[in-house]
């Protein structure tokens, strides 16, 4: 599609417009009556467009060569015979006011004579309304000269003109929507418009210019965060893809966290489940999950930008040891926020945290839960913009999401690589795991989601049951909603209120999920399945004296999964093993107290 | 006709609807009303008010469980609709607002005239680019915050959006309630953007707990907005004294 801005003079904003990417035309107006009137035109390299109102030849011709105009727009009472006079190597795009289908008729007379037509919104004062007009009215155009559509159109018009097509539309005319005054042009909102305008999501990991997967996502964050997400996105973008980046990154995770994990063929489990069953080994990560692969990537990113001091939030207590860990190992100041409730349920995570040189302040407010020690967290982000918030899953604003979702996808990453050389494929039927924030999940489907071959598996806990009140299902009861920086399912009150989940797995225990996994499930891409508290359980019980492994309460959801779904023979399935079982003894004490 | 701007300096109280029980906004805004207040805040409690310092925190939760829900306090203003004769603007996150339609919730807002919103969680590119139309099917004027560190391209855009309302400057980076001194430096920060704002009237708000800050922050600016101050008094049922004290 072309662009064509209009209404530039010489000024420094119609500089960096014309510089833009993907500005095609640059517009000039010598109409008087405009409020855009100008008697300069700029030194660009793009296609210049002088914008002329019923003037005479002579004074176009003047401009033209003065400028060295490239095309010329006739946006009066032009005759076809006028036109007639011009020297056939300027380019012509003539202008027409659109009310009524009627107004269509007048271009059959100008067939031939312009190179493009130019349809605005109606108007005495030719153009310039900053309003728009019904597009669905050229519809009744069937001319052979393409067209530019013009009028009002700004950033709100986009899902409208994306809906918009015509055979013959060439392109569009931005003007008075993209200005912060008269001559003054707004170049952010037109290279946002420009980005919207030409993104297609391939991938479902594709997130457009505003964050969004889908519909989910985006960065809701008062002004007040608006500098510090996007420093983080410039910092990612900049650095995360850099050799120097990656070789470091790489190195942690081997000799550091002990990577890759196996992809360990589980046969009594497989016997079971009538299935080949394999399964990826996070449990084996330092301290015990896969939270360490996302801390350790961020660890990095901190210490680029020149970060000393790190705050987290934390629910069990997991996330928090996984941060405080890669603190330690790098020598940062540690805050990890955790629900006072929290505290009291996890207290060994509380002492490895504080052993590892962290300070672990207690969230006092509402639930006095991982939301609200997410809350605090960022609270302390606006009050401190030069911390560092190192999040835990993929949730959270944008860019969040996509930087904790690419650390993670180490995870499917080894397991295309170990596939291979055990059953020559480098992809199963199915991968599993469970979903608190998403992060595990994301990793593990992270190099599956755009092969359709792959069913991904979203495991939420049920908590109690769906329907007992006491759940963390988020996307069976949840409803898309802002919480965090995101729009995603939520599991809220009619009125919009955050409802506290229930989870005997406190890393399953968060009323929202990552926007990614919203727009999956939401899509059809994914499928979520819930399991209970008791099922949970069962699957652990089970794991530890089938294959030796006592599996994380998180990771059992997964593991339970197998029983609900229809399994095949030749089925080649991947469970992700989030996490091991030592932090969860107390609870396995409790309910299997006679073993 | 931009009910936002007098020639005058302005203060505008913020309270937190259903706070302290669940039908004291009606007394409030008379009482505010009276006391020559320009314009009134009521705030939308919500369960996770994540740009909030722990009094406004404690006030949204005391509300919310006094069983204050946005229907209610859209319902409390309207039997006000005769009495208050003030500009009123709904301050709130995002979510409950969803929830209760966005198209719903505004044209409650419009018959009663609501002089504007503020939605801390929405930003002027994502209101510009997916929630424009419907805002402006109602014609309900957004305002949006800016800070200190707010470039100035951005702030002119700011500035742009809200020409029917007002710009909301928030005095430094910080969530409600936190104490800080206007000292020479934000004062002339505040005035850059006061001129960067240019027809549009600029407030400040968050931390204004005094007169002094008040008369301070008036050479710059067009005037304040109080919160945490005036939800502090209400707690000791001071606040028609704080008010009196500060205006
Ligand atoms: C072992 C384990 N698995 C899973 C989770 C859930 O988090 P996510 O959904 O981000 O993977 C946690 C969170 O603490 C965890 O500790």
Redesign the interface.
Known sequence: MIIKVCGLTDNQSSMQVANLNGVDYTGFIFYEGSKRFTETTLATAKQKVGVFVNASLQYIKEQVIKYNLDVVQLHGNESPEFIRQFPKNIKIIKAFGIATEADLEATQLYEGLADYFLFDTKSESHGGTGTTFNWQILDAYKGSTPFLLSGGIGLESIEKLKQFTHPQLAGYDLNSRFELSPKVKDPDRIATFIKLLNMKTTSYLDTDPLGFYGEFGGAYVPELLRPNVEELDAAFNSYCFTEEFESEFKQLLKDYVGRPTPLYLAGRLSDKYGATIYLKREDLCHTGAHKVNNTVGQILLAKHMGKTNIIAETGAGQHGVATATVCALMGLNCIVYMGEKDIERQAPNVQRMKMLGAEVRPATSGSKTLKDATNEAIRHWINHPDSYYLIGSVVGPHPYPKIVAYFQSVISKEIEKQLLEKTGKTYPDKVIACVGGGSNAAGAFYQFYDNPKVELVAVEAAGLGIDSGKSAATSVLGTPGVLHGSLTLLMQDADGQVTEPHSISAGLDYPGIGPLHAHTIATGRAVSISVTDDEALQAALELSQLEGIIPALESAHALYALTKLELKKEDVIVVNLSGRGDKDMNTYLEKFPNL | MNPFKKDKKQVSIFVTAGYPKLDSLKGQLLQLQKQGVDFIEVGIP?????????VI?ETS?IA?ENGM???LLLDQLDALRNEVHIPLVLMG????????GLDAFLSRCQALSIASLIL????V??Y??KY??VFGKYKIPVT????P??PN??V??VA?VCQNSFVYL?GQ???TG?GYAINEGLSSRYAELKKLC?ATPLFLGFGIDSKEKKEQAFKSVDGVIIGTAYLKAVKVEEEVKFVEGLL
Do not use: C, H, W
């Open positions: 919500f369960s996770d008010p994540m740009a909030d310092g722990p925190q939760s919310l829900k946005l229907g996150y995002l979510n409950p607002v969803l929830q209760f801390p969680d929405l930003s590119e994502l510009e680019t424009k139309e949006f915050l800016i800070t560190l707010t391209e951005r002119q855009r742009q928030v980076n910080s969530i936190q240019g």
